[in-house]
Every structure is written in structure tokens, then in C-alpha cells.
């Protein structure tokens, strides 16, 4: 048997090695979109020579689906992420706290081994489960910063209640759980920290409600079926990464921007990457307010009014998408210009690079095709069109199993 060369060794080393940007270079989105590109390029290389036979393409997947001791390397998920939630560490640095109590869940004073009681926590934790369960909340779930639902290994449901805000908190991850018929909750009591309870109004029934959020980052996720949005993003918030999501049967799916008067939502950046938009989707995938938006390598597969829309003039960036129009010949446009007259939204830059049409799709694009404003709405390197299938076979929540690659 032949030794490697040691100067191959550390070429494999370094392909399969996340690469971590600080936050200062964040401003340099040429350079991040350079060097996603090159590691998703270098990804597809490797799998045409064999080096890493379970490679998909999928730079997330990639990078940590192969192991089969992912089990003992959980945490080594957060240096996965991509896009503009890529710093998301959630509880990275933590212990792993294992929910084991899927039954009583005490909005006020949280029972240890409930994932209330983890998520309220202050320092950074990794929170497990023991088991296959189904988690119906009281109350909405108030999360406390630096911490990740990791759902791999089990089938976890949070469902028929008030379901997940992340608000004024930061450096959160939500992986591999089922989020689906979220209720309203709220005019109730509720803790947010081991320290404090408060008053709470009644909650919109988002799936996931990110309220001045920042570095966060939901992947792997089955999202359907609640009374608001899936998931939103509004208040301020930024520095957000939603891929590999799969969500269903649903009207209003994602909202990212407070209202078209809420100046602040204009540092809004947001990665939506990798998902598959399913049946019984309706509109909002996503409508974006005032911010920069980064649309990449999604399968858009059902919509009945539009997939994008938005207003108060946001950039969007949609590469790398395929779009199946519907059947009917009054819903082929993928976008939709919202509370402007023409001569307004006519200059706000949208535009569509690299995108399949499919059925009758098409895309309005609008604004300057080579804006600097898209190198703030810009977080990684497409992938061809042609490759979504492969690249999103496997959105929504995985069904891992211990002891071999997930």
C-alpha cells in the first residue's frame, strides 16, 4: 500500500474543514460569496474523485452528514452554517442538556428535563432528546441566547400550541425538529430567563417568530400548518440563515421586515437556501421588507398567488432557484411588487440570476442588473439550477440514526 503524500493529506484536510469568516468581514460580501463558492466547488470536485463518496453537493450536509459518529460530534454542526447566519454558534460551547419530559410543561416555573426549562437557561447549552415525543407548548417558547434544538436522533414534534420566539436574543440554532399547528398563546405569565417571568400578549402563532433576533440559524426543519407565518423575521433583526427547511400546506410561509415604516428592518440580511417550498403553499416564500435578501437554490415546487413579494424597496437576490408555476395561467409570475405603484417598485432591485422557469414561470426583475446593492444581498455561491433536486432531497427534518451517517 502506497503512503498518501502529506501535501494531499493536508489539500483533503482543508477541503473538509469549515472555514470561519469573523463577523468583521461580513461588510466584504464579494469576498464571502468568493469563498463559499470555491468550498462548494472544491465539495463537488472531491465527489467526482471519489474522495467522498457521500458528498451530495449540499455544502451544509457535507460537512458533517458523512460521520457516522455524528452522535459524538453534535456540536460540530454549528460550524456548518452558511450564508449571512453563518457566526451562529447556538450552544456550541455549552453542555448537552437531554430533554427527557415532553409532558409537563410549566410556562412559569419549568420543570428540569423539559425543553422549557432548557431553553431558559443562561449559559450555552446543546439540548438533546431522549426520545421520540411531541411537545405541546402552554405558552410560547421564549428562548434564552446560545442555545440549539437539536432534534437529530429522535422525532420531535412541537405541535398544538404556542411554538418558538426568539426575541432580543442571540446565537441560536434550531435543527431537525417537526414545527407544524401553531397556536396564538399569550395574556399569560411566562419565563424567559431563570431570573425573570413576565406579562406576555397574545403571540401571532408564528412556528418560529424571530423579534430583534440576530445570528440565527433553522435548518433541517418540517415546518406546516400554523396560524401565522412559519417562520418570520421582523423588529431588527439580521444576520439569519433558513436552509434546508421543508414546509407544507400553509398561506402566509415567511415574513422578514416589521412593516414598510420600520426603519430599522433596512440591516436586515437573510440567507433563504436549500429549502423545498411544498404542497399547499399559498404565497410569502418569502415577502421581504426594506433589507437584503439572498435566495438561493430553493425548489419551489407549489405556490398558488406568488413565491416572492415584497415592499418598502428590499433587495433580492434569486440565484440558482427552481420555480414549477401552477396550473393556473393567473399565478406564473414568482414575484409580486406590494404597496407601490409601478414607476416606484420599478427601481427596486430584484433580480433573478440563473433561475429555471418551469411551466410557464417568470421572474419581473427590476432595478439596476448590476447594483452594488446585491453585494450586501449576497452570502454564498449558487449552484446550477439544474442541481436543486439533488441539492434539497433530503429538506425538512432527517431521520438520523445512531451509528452510521445521517
Known amino acids: 500500500m502506497t503512503n498518501t503524500p502529506l501535501s494531499l493529506l493536508f489539500l483533503l484536510f482543508s ?19 468568493g469563498e463559499v463558492n470555491r468550498k ?43 450564508g449571512f447566519g453563518k457566526n451562529a454558534i447556538g450552544g456550541r460551547d455549552g453542555k448537552i442538556y437531554v430533554v427527557d419530559d415532553a409532558e409537563n410543561d410549566d410556562p412559569v416555573n419549568p420543570i ?63 435543527h431537525g425538529i417537526h414545527i407544524h399547528d401553531c397556536k396564538q398563546g399569550g395574556n399569560a405569565m411566562v419565563r424567559d430567563s431563570p431570573r425573570h417571568y413576565g406579562w406576555r400578549t397574545v403571540s401571532d402563532g408564528d412556528g418560529v417568530s424571530i423579534f430583534g433576533g440576530s445570528h440565527v440559524w433553522v435548518d433541517h426543519c418540517s415546518l406546516s400548518n400554523c396560524i401565522d407565518g412559519l417562520i418570520d423575521a421582523i423588529h431588527g433583526s439580521t444576520a439569519i440563515t ?19 415604516a420600520y426603519t430599522q428592518d433596512k440591516n436586515m440580511q437573510v440567507t433563504i437556501a436549500f429549502n423545498h417550498f411544498g404542497e399547499g403553499l399559498v404565497q410569502r416564500m418569502p415577502r421581504c421588507r426594506l433589507g437584503y435578501f439572498h ?15 415584497g415592499s418598502a424597496n428590499p433587495t433580492i437576490n434569486s440565484q440558482g432557484n427552481r420555480f414549477v408555476a401552477p396550473d393556473d395561467r393567473f399565478s406564473k409570475e414568482v414575484t409580486k411588487h ?5 414607476d416606484e417598485w420599478k427601481e427596486w432591485n430584484w433580480r433573478s440570476e ?26 454564498l455561491g449558487a449552484r446550477p439550477s439544474s442541481l436543486v433536486g439533488s441539492i434539497t432531497t433530503n429538506a425538512g427534518a432527517l431521520n438520523c440514526k445512531k451509528g452510521s451517517p445521517c
Not at 460521520?67 to 460550524?79: F, G, S, V, Y
Not at 433558513?242 to 422578514?256: G, P
Open 15 to 33: 477541503l473538509l474543514t469549515p472555514t470561519l469568516i469573523s463577523s468583521s468581514s461580513l461588510q466584504n460580501a464579494e469576498f464571502i460569496v
Open 242 to 260: 433558513i436552509s434546508n427547511n421543508y414546509m407544507t400546506h400553509h398561506d402566509k410561509v415567511m415574513l422578514l421586515g416589521h412593516n414598510d
Open 354 to 379: 440563473g433561475d429555471m422557469m418551469l411551466n410557464g414561470a417568470f421572474f419581473t426583475s427590476t432595478g439596476a442588473g448590476a447594483s452594488s446593492s446585491y453585494a450586501r444581498a449576497s452570502s
Open 295 to 309: 435566495v438561493v437554490n430553493n425548489d419551489y415546487t407549489h405556490w398558488e398567488m406568488y413565491a416572492i413579494g
Open 112 to 174: 428540569p428535563g423539559t425543553l422549557r426549562h432548557a431553553v431558559i437557561q443562561d449559559e450555552p447549552l446543546w439540548i438533546i432528546f431522549a426520545r421520540d415525543m411531541v411537545i405541546q407548548l402552554k405558552e410560547e417558547l421564549i428562548m434564552n441566547s446560545f442555545k440549539t434544538i437539536d432534534g437529530r436522533g429522535a422525532s420531535v414534534h412541537i405541535s398544538g400550541g404556542p411554538c418558538i420566539t426568539i426575541q432580543y436574543v442571540t446565537n441560536v440554532i434550531i
Open 338 to 342: 406590494e404597496d407601490a405603484s409601478e
Open 40 to 82: 462548494v466547488n472544491a465539495s463537488a470536485a472531491r465527489r467526482n474523485l471519489g474522495y467522498l463518496s457521500c458528498a451530495t453537493g449540499n455544502p451544509i450536509d457535507d460537512c458533517w452528514r458523512c460521520d457516522p459518529n455524528w452522535e459524538n460530534n453534535r456540536q460540530r454542526l454549528a460550524d456548518c452554517a452558511i
